[in-house]
C-alpha cells in the first residue's frame, strides 16, 4: 500500500495548454535523462510473459500470439453511432420496477428491491433560473463552517422517513435500480435498462447529482448548498477526504476497503505499486490519457450510442472505464465483504455519502473535457443525435415530486446552477515522456510462433502480446480497436494496454507505451455477461515511440484482475474516421 506520508506537497502548478514544457510534478528522474536513437530496423517477432509476474526469461510458447491487424471480426468499428432506426430510450416504468440482483464473490445471485415510491403523477422538469451560480468545491479544502453545513444536510436526510423519496437510502437506490436491472426498457419487453457502459453514462448522473444536491440544500434551508467534489485528479486529492473518514459524522461508511484509508494513494491503474512517487505519477498518465491522448471523437469518450432496443453495455468512453472505476474500485472492500459493498458494486454504491463527491469530480471531467481542454485533438465534442439529446430518465425532485427529464437539458452545467472550484490540472501537461530510442521488437531471443487468426477468442488471465499490421506506414493516424470483449458482469475486470512494450515491470505505466484501459464494476444483467468494445487513438503514440516508420506493431495485454473474466474476441488497427483538423484553435484550459 502506497501512502504519501513521505511526498512533498505539489507545487501551483497553474493549467496550460501548451505543452511545450511539462509540469514537474513528482516526475522520476529517467523523465529527464536522453539516450542515442536505435537504428536498426523493427523485426516482426514477438514475446509474451506467461503470467502477470516476471517469472525470468522462460516463455510459454502457447502463449504467443502473432496476429495480422485487420484480420479479426467483421468491418471496422466507426466512431459514429449506429445509423440504424432507433428511437431515444423514454423513462422507466417506476409502477412495472422489478427486483435488482448481484452476485456474490462466492457466485450466489441475490434479489433486493431497490425500488422507489410512487405517487402516480409525473411532470416535466424545467430549470429554473438561477441568479446566483453556485460554485462545487473541492472536498480536501472545506472550511469547517462548510462541513459541518456538509454533515448536518447529510445527516437530516438519513434521519427522513425511510419511504420518503428524498431520504438517503431512497436516493441510494436510485443507481440501484437504473443500473443492476430494477428496470426494463419500455416496450423492449425484458431487456434491461442500463444507464452505464454507453453514451448515457454522464448525463444520467448529472441528473441524479443535481436533484441529491437540491434535496441536500431543501433540508437546511440553504438553496445555494454546492456538492464537495473528491479531486482525485490532483495530487493532493489522491487519498480519501478527511471529511469522510469520522466513524461519528453523517459522510462516514463502513463498508470501504480498510487497505485504502488515509494515507493510502488512490491507484487508478490498480498496478500494485507500493511507491507513492509511481502511484502518482501512474495516475497522471492515466488522467492524460483518457482526457486529451487516447480518444479520436466524441464518443470514444462519451460512450457508444445506446438506444431503444440496444442492448446493454455497448461501449464505455475513455473516462468512465478509467478514472471513474478504478475509484468505485479502490474505495468498495471487495475483501471483507460479500459483493464489493459499498462503491465497489452498482447496486450499493450510492449508499456511500462519498459516491456522490466521487462523481460530482466524474462530472467536473466532462466539463472540462467539453469546455475548457484543448479543442484540437477532436472535430466536434458535441452530440446532436436525436436519440441522445431526447433520452429521459425519472427523480424526485428537492419537494418530492416525480419529475421526467431528458439529456438535451443537462449539457451545459451553467444552465443547471452549478459549476466547479478551479483547482490545479496537473495531468493536463502530463504527456508521457517521450520514448528517446527508436522502439523496436527486440527480444528475438525469446520463443517466437506465428499462429492464424483463430487464435481468437482468447481468455485474458495473463500477458499476452500480438503483433499487428498497420494500416500504412509513416505517421498514420490509427485506432486501435478491441473488439467482442466478452466480460463476466459480476466481477471487477481490468485490464491496460500498452504499444511496443516488452517491459515486464507492469507496474511503470507512466510512459509512452501505455495506450489506455478497460475496466468494469460488478453489476446485473441477465446473462452474467456483456460484449462490449472499445477504440484507442495511436497517433499521438506513434510520436512519442517512434515508430511512424514501421509496418507493425506490437500490443500489449495486461489483466489487472485475478482470474478468468474477460475474453477477447479480436484486436486491429484501423485508420482514424474522424482525423482531427489540422489546424484548430486551443481553448485555453482551467
Known amino acids: 500500500m502506497a501512502s504519501l506520508q513521505q511526498v512533498l506537497p505539489a507545487t501551483n502548478l497553474r493549467s496550460s495548454s501548451s505543452t511545450a514544457t511539462r509540469p514537474v510534478v513528482f516526475a522520476k528522474p529517467s523523465h529527464f535523462l536522453t539516450h542515442a536513437k536505435r537504428n536498426h530496423h523493427h523485426r516482426r517477432l514477438i514475446s509474451c510473459s506467461s503470467s502477470s509476474s516476471n517469472e525470468?526469461?522462460?516463455?510459454?510458447?502457447?502463449?504467443?500470439?502473432?496476429?495480422?491487424?485487420?484480420?479479426?471480426?467483421?468491418?471496422?468499428?466507426?466512431?459514429?453511432?449506429?445509423?440504424?432506426?432507433a428511437n431515444p430510450i423514454q423513462a422507466p416504468q417506476i409502477d412495472k420496477c422489478g427486483n435488482s440482483t448481484y452476485d456474490t464473490s462466492?457466485?450466489?445471485?441475490?434479489?433486493?428491491?431497490?425500488?422507489?415510491?410512487?405517487?402516480?403523477?409525473?411532470?416535466?422538469?424545467?430549470?429554473?433560473?438561477?441568479?446566483?451560480?453556485?460554485?462545487?468545491?473541492?472536498?480536501?479544502?472545506?472550511?469547517?463552517?462548510?462541513?459541518?453545513?456538509?454533515?448536518?444536510?447529510?445527516?437530516?436526510?438519513?434521519?427522513?422517513?425511510?419511504?420518503?423519496?428524498?431520504?438517503?437510502m431512497q436516493q441510494a437506490n436510485i443507481h440501484c435500480a437504473y443500473c443492476n436491472g430494477g428496470y426494463d426498457q419500455p416496450g423492449q419487453g425484458t431487456l434491461d435498462l442500463q444507464v452505464h457502459n454507453g453514451w448515457l453514462f454522464f448525463p444520467f448522473h448529472r441528473w441524479y447529482l443535481y436533484f441529491y444536491e437540491r434535496i441536500l440544500g431543501k433540508l437546511i434551508g440553504d438553496p445555494t448548498f454546492a456538492l464537495p467534489f473528491w479531486n482525485w485528479d490532483n495530487p493532493?486529492?489522491?487519498?480519501?477526504?478527511?471529511?469522510f473518514i469520522d466513524p461519528k459524522s453523517a459522510l462516514?461508511?463502513?463498508?470501504?476497503?480498510?487497505?485504502?484509508?488515509?494515507?493510502?494513494?488512490?491507484?487508478?491503474?490498480?498496478?500494485?505499486?507500493?511507491?507513492?512517487?509511481?502511484?502518482?505519477?501512474?495516475?497522471?498518465?492515466?488522467?492524460?490519457?483518457?482526457?486529451?491522448?487516447?480518444?479520436?471523437?466524441?464518443?470514444?469518450?462519451?460512450?457508444?450510442?445506446?438506444?431503444?432496443g440496444t442492448p446493454v453495455n455497448p461501449g464505455p468512453g475513455s473516462s468512465e472505464r478509467g478514472s471513474h472505476t478504478a475509484i468505485h474500485a479502490f474505495v468498495g472492500d471487495y475483501k471483507n465483504q460479500p459483493a464489493g459493498e459499498d462503491m465497489g458494486n452498482f447496486y450499493s454504491a450510492g449508499r456511500d455519502p462519498l459516491f456522490y463527491s466521487h462523481h460530482s469530480n466524474v462530472d467536473r471531467m466532462w466539463t472540462l473535457w467539453q469546455f475548457f481542454l484543448p479543442s484540437n485533438k477532436i472535430p466536434d465534442k458535441k452530440i446532436t443525435d436525436p436519440d441522445f439529446l431526447n433520452t429521459a430518465f425519472l427523480f424526485y425532485d428537492e419537494n418530492s415530486q416525480l419529475v421526467r427529464v431528458t439529456v438535451k437539458d443537462c449539457l451545459d452545467n451553467l444552465k443547471m446552477g452549478f459549476e466547479y472550484e478551479r483547482v490545479d490540472l496537473p495531468w493536463l501537461d502530463y504527456r508521457p515522456p517521450a520514448q528517446a530510442a527508436s522502439a523496436k521488437v527486440t527480444?528475438?531471443?525469446?520463443?517466437?510462433?506465428?499462429?492464424?487468426?483463430?487464435?481468437?477468442?482468447?481468455?485474458?488471465?495473463?500477458?499476452?502480446?500480438?503483433?499487428?499490421?498497420?494500416?500504412?506506414?509513416?505517421?498514420?493516424?490509427?485506432?486501435?480497436?478491441?473488439?467482442?470483449?466478452?466480460?463476466?458482469?459480476?466481477?471487477?475486470?481490468?485490464?491496460?494496454?500498452?504499444?511496443?512494450?516488452?517491459?515486464?515491470?507492469?507496474?511503470?505505466?507512466?510512459?509512452?507505451?501505455?495506450?489506455?484501459?478497460?475496466?468494469?464494476?460488478?453489476h446485473k444483467t441477465k446473462e452474467k455477461t456483456a460484449t462490449t468494445s472499445i477504440r484507442l487513438k495511436l497517433t499521438d503514440v506513434y510520436e512519442d515511440m517512434d515508430v511512424t516508420d514501421d509496418d507493425t506493431i506490437l500490443v500489449t495485454l495486461v489483466p489487472r484482475h485475478e482470474g478468468p473474466g474477460v475474453t477477447i474476441g479480436g484486436i486491429k488497427i484501423i485508420e482514424n474516421p474522424t482525423p482531427a483538423p489540422a489546424a484548430a484553435a486551443a481553448a485555453p484550459a482551467s
Open 443 to 522: 527480444r528475438a531471443g525469446k520463443t517466437t510462433a506465428k499462429v492464424e487468426d483463430t487464435v481468437f477468442p482468447i481468455v485474458l488471465d495473463k500477458i499476452v502480446r500480438v503483433l499487428l499490421q498497420k494500416t500504412k506506414k509513416g505517421k498514420a493516424d490509427e485506432l486501435l480497436v478491441i473488439e467482442n470483449i466478452v466480460v463476466d458482469t459480476s466481477k471487477f475486470l481490468k485490464f491496460d494496454v500498452f504499444v511496443n512494450d516488452e517491459d515486464d515491470n507492469v507496474t511503470d505505466i507512466d510512459k509512452a507505451s501505455y495506450a489506455g484501459t478497460y475496466a468494469q464494476i460488478p
Open 56 to 85: 525470468g526469461s522462460k516463455v510459454d510458447r502457447r502463449n504467443m500470439l502473432l496476429g495480422l491487424g485487420g484480420m479479426y471480426g467483421a468491418a471496422n468499428l466507426l466512431s459514429t453511432p449506429d445509423s440504424a432506426s
Open 236 to 243: 493532493k486529492g489522491m487519498t480519501i477526504p478527511s471529511a
Open 252 to 308: 462516514y461508511d463502513a463498508k470501504r476497503n480498510p487497505d485504502n484509508m488515509p494515507p493510502a494513494v488512490v491507484d487508478l491503474g490498480f498496478t500494485g505499486s507500493t511507491d507513492p512517487l509511481q502511484v502518482v505519477s501512474n495516475n497522471l498518465t492515466i488522467m492524460y490519457t483518457e482526457m486529451v491522448r487516447g480518444n479520436s471523437d466524441v464518443y470514444d469518450f462519451m460512450g457508444k450510442a445506446y438506444r431503444e
Open 106 to 168: 462466492a457466485g450466489v445471485a441475490t434479489q433486493i428491491n431497490c425500488c422507489p415510491p410512487f405517487t402516480g403523477t409525473i411532470i416535466d422538469y424545467k430549470l429554473p433560473n438561477f441568479p446566483k451560480t453556485k460554485v462545487r468545491p473541492s472536498a480536501h479544502r472545506l472550511s469547517p463552517e462548510y462541513l459541518f453545513k456538509f454533515n448536518t444536510a447529510v445527516d437530516r436526510m438519513r434521519r427522513l422517513p425511510k419511504d420518503d423519496p428524498r431520504s438517503f
